[in-house]
């Protein structure tokens, strides 16, 4: 029972346990699938906005946002508390069925791209791309790109908070600085 804490071990927890004590730790993010968030979105009384993710398994920078935005403390409650949250696969395989239309994998080159995530990110396959949208499924704006969280908490909070309706980004933008 003496080898079980060795001090590799023991330094593993104390690290752990300073990790969580100063509250730097990832925040759970309840991601949905677009099905899910359309349906919702159609359902509530009240809906939400939707947020897309749109990534590949590919993509270094989607895996840094994922860390480093998304799970930030305050980037997550914001989202929850405004958003749909989605994550899409930009090369996704499975059909997406959206306002009369099914939109599929495109096979082409070495992998390939889905066409709903293309039209989405209207044309531009970059990644990441976040997806702003409506309460009724409207596109508000794309956002290509790596984002840390203050400037993209900035923009989620343009559109969350309805500022898009009275004020133009640039007027804004300044304004947050």
């Not at 309840?30 to 009240?46: F, H, I, P, T």
């Not at 970059?126 to 499924?137: Q, V």
């Not at 790596?146 to 989620?156: M, R, S, T, V, W």
């Amino acid at each position: 029972m003496k080898t079980i804490f060795t001090i590799p071990n023991k330094t593993l927890l104390y690290l752990l346990f300073a990790f969580i004590s100063t509250g730097t730790y990832a925040q759970e993010v309840n991601w949905l699938s677009w099905e899910e968030a359309a349906e919702l979105a159609a359902s509530d009384k009240n809906p939400k906005k939707v947020f897309i993710d749109v990534y590949t398994d590919w993509c270094g920078w989607c895996k840094k946002m994922d860390i480093d935005t998304f799970q930030n403390p305050e980037v997550a409650a914001y989202m929850s508390k405004n958003y749909y949250m989605v994550k899409m696969d930009g090369e996704g395989k499975e059909p997406i069925e959206f306002k009369g239309k099914t939109y599929k994998f495109v096979p082409t080159g070495r992998k390939g791209y889905h066409e709903f995530a293309a039209a989405l990110m209207q044309g531009k396959m970059s990644y990441p791309t976040t997806i702003f949208l409506d309460e009724k499924l409207n596109m508000l704006s794309p956002v290509p790109g790596y984002q840390k969280p203050e400037p993209f908490l900035n923009i989620a909070r343009y559109f969350g908070d309805d500022i898009y309706k009275e004020k133009d980004w640039k007027s804004y933008a300044e304004q947050s600085k």
